[in-house]
């Protein structure tokens, strides 16, 4: 499994061995940037003096996302931190309708700051690069490799820059009616993943 945080910590820790790093999300993603090297940090330890500024700002998706975030990353990326973004989705589909996503997240930083995310996840191809390589498929052979995703502009269009395979699942905010204007067409469509399967069993 290849989470869009531990993707764009791997690739952070490549320009910025050993760095302290804001990590604005949830606790898992501060233990995939601790996983690769990197030293992450909280708003709280930045704003009681206990932590040295830093280098980069790694931003995921969460429910605490609050003003004292917004300011202190800001601030942060302002100063020189280099500004990450797990991935850039507006929204997600949830149990109740479509929720702010990472993308809206980044947004206000960006806003505030100043200052462009560089964005690792989905739909840049960096993320379905680490996968492929982690499969043992490098990039000559993404074709051997099948992405299944419900969003055109993140998950379809991102494993075609790749150049991966893809089926368009028909279960999130994307409808067939919007394949046609997608920045990449999908190989295959499906209404659900059980039809996935069982078209590939």
């Known amino acids: 499994m290849l989470t869009s945080g531990a993707a764009t910590a791997h690739v952070v820790a490549a320009e910025h061995p050993g760095a302290t790093v804001l990590s604005i999300g949830t606790d898992s993603l501060a233990r995939e940037i601790e996983d690769c090297g990197l ?3 909280t708003v709280a330890e930045i704003e009681a003096g206990g932590a040295p500024e ?31 973004a797990t991935n850039i989705d507006a929204t997600y589909p949830s149990t109740r309708g479509l929720v702010p996503g990472t993308g ?35 990039p000559e052979r993404a074709k051997a490799a099948l992405m299944a995703g419900d969003t055109l502009g993140s998950d379809i269009a991102g494993a075609a820059r790749a150049g991966m395979r893809t089926a368009f699942i028909l279960s999130g905010r994307d409808g067939r009616e919007q394949i046609e204007e ?10 659900d993943l059980a039809a996935l399967a069982a078209a590939h069993a």
């Not at 790694?58 to 280099?82: H, Q």
């Not at 996968?131 to 043992?136: Q, R």
Request: no cysteine; hydrophobic share 50%; proline share 8%.
């Open 54 to 84: 830093p280098e980069a700002v790694i931003v995921g998706g969460g429910a605490g996302f609050d003003y004292e975030t917004l300011r202190v990353s800001a601030n942060a990326a302002r100063e020189g931190a280099a500004l990450w």
């Open 39 to 41: 030293r992450p940090v």
């Open 104 to 138: 809206a997240i980044v947004a206000a930083i960006e806003y505030a700051s100043g200052i462009e995310a560089t964005n690792v996840g989905k739909p840049e191809p960096l993320m379905f690069e680490q996968a492929l390589e982690l499969l043992g498929l490098i």
């Open 182 to 191: 997608a920045p990449a067409a999908p190989d295959y469509v499906f209404d």
